[in-house]
């Protein structure tokens, strides 16, 4: 899994309903991002908000 993110391809730990535990950190700003799933093959993008911007101090990061 994958948070695509302003040019940045972020690999993503965990995945709540709520957040995701980023395995890369970065400081980006509050924006529109795009989650990237693969599964057998199968790929699933969805949209989300990141209301709140990604903090390298902090790797879990709310979506919504």
Do not use: F, Y
Request: glycine share 8%; net charge negative; with cysteine.
């Amino acid at each position: 899994m994958h948070l695509s993110v302003n040019g940045h391809l972020l690999k993503i730990g965990q995945l709540g309903p709520d957040s995701v535990i980023l395995d890369d950190l970065v400081n980006l700003p509050p924006c529109e991002a795009e989650i990237r799933m693969s599964v057998d093959g199968h790929e699933t993008r969805w949209q989300v908000k990141l209301a709140d911007g990604i903090s390298a101090a902090n790797p879990r990061t709310s979506i919504s």
